[in-house]
C-alpha cells in the first residue's frame, strides 16, 4: 500500500487568493503499490512544490497531468482550479471549482476540500453577482435651473440596495446642504424598483430604476417650516465590484416634482449625478478567512 503524507495548502507567498487559514490535515493519497498511484503521487507532489514556489504554469501542468491519470483526485482538481485563478483564467477557475464543490463529499476529508473550493470560487463568483444587499455612501450632484441661470452643489448620498427574486430594490436619501447657492435645500428620499443587467463577465453590472420619491423642501421661501413635495424618479446607474466587497457605483437621474413646479414657475431642479463607494454584505457560504504570507 502506498501511502503519501502532505499538507494541502499551506499558504504560498504574496498571495492575494484567500484559502483557509488552518490547512487541511494530512491525508492519505492510498491504493496499490501500481504505477498508476505512483505516478499520481509524484505529480501531485510535484504539482504542490511548484504551487509553494509561486509557479502557477508548472503547478496546472503537473495537476493535468495527475487529473489524466485519475480524473476525479480532488487534490489535484483543486491545485489545477487555484492555477486558472492566479494565472488569471479567474472565470474559469471559479466555474470549475464551483463544479469541484458540487461533487458529493462522503467522509471529513473531502467536505474539508469541497469547502475549500467554494470558497476559493466564492471569492471570484461574489465580483460577477449582485445577489448580496450593499450599502453606497457617495457624492450627489444637483443641477438647479432658475431665473438667473443655473447652479450646481454638492451633498451626501445613501444608498441601501437588495434583491429579490431577480427585482432590485432600492432605498435613497440626498440631503444637500442648508444654506446654500441653491433656491431651495432639503433632503430627498425615494424607494425604486427596477432589474441589473450584467455586462461582459459581470464585474460590471447595468441597471434601471423608477419609484417614487419625497422632498422635504426648506429654504427662505418657508421660514421655519418644511415643505413636503412628492414625485417620481427614474435612474440610469452602473457599479464594478473590484473586490468581494467593495466596488464604485456612478449614476444619472431625473426627478419630476410637480408641486414645485406648479407653485415656482421659475424654478426646476430636474436632474443629478451621483458617485458613490458600495460595500456588500457578505455571503456566508462565500466567507473565507484570509492568509498573507510576505516574503
Known sequence: MLVMIYPLFAAPRDTEV?????PLPPAALSGSDSTPDRDIASAYLAALAAWESGDWRE???????????????????LLYGYALLRQGYKQEGAIYLSSLASFPAEDEYNQRIQRQARQLSGRYLARMTRDTPSISV???????????????????LIQAQAEVKDVMFRV???????????????????????????????????????????????????????????????????????????????????????????????????????????????DPARSVKTVRAGR
Open 18 to 22: 484567500a484559502v483557509p487559514a488552518a
Open 172 to 282: 435613497e436619501a440626498a440631503v444637500q446642504p442648508v444654506g446654500t447657492e441653491l433656491s431651495i435645500d432639503g433632503g430627498r428620499y425615494s424607494l425604486l424598483a427596477g432589474r441589473q443587467i450584467a455586462l461582459g463577465d459581470g464585474l460590471w453590472h447595468l441597471d434601471a430604476a423608477a419609484g417614487p420619491a419625497l422632498w422635504f423642501a426648506s429654504g427662505p421661501y418657508w421660514p421655519d417650516q418644511t415643505q413636503i413635495w412628492a414625485g417620481a424618479r427614474m435612474a440610469v446607474g452602473a457599479d464594478c465590484r473590484f473586490s468581494q466587497s467593495l466596488g464604485v457605483r456612478l449614476e444619472t437621474g431625473w426627478t419630476w416634482w410637480p408641486g414645485a413646479q406648479a407653485e415656482l414657475i421659475w424654478f426646476d431642479q430636474p436632474m443629478d449625478v451621483r458617485i458613490a463607494l458600495t460595500g456588500w454584505f457578505p
Open 138 to 156: 457617495g457624492l450627489p450632484l444637483m443641477v438647479e435651473r432658475r431665473w438667473d441661470g443655473a447652479a450646481v452643489r454638492g451633498g451626501v
Open 59 to 77: 503547478t496546472k501542468r503537473l495537476a493535468a497531468y495527475a487529473l489524466e491519470i485519475d480524473p476525479l483526485h480532488r487534490p489535484s482538481m
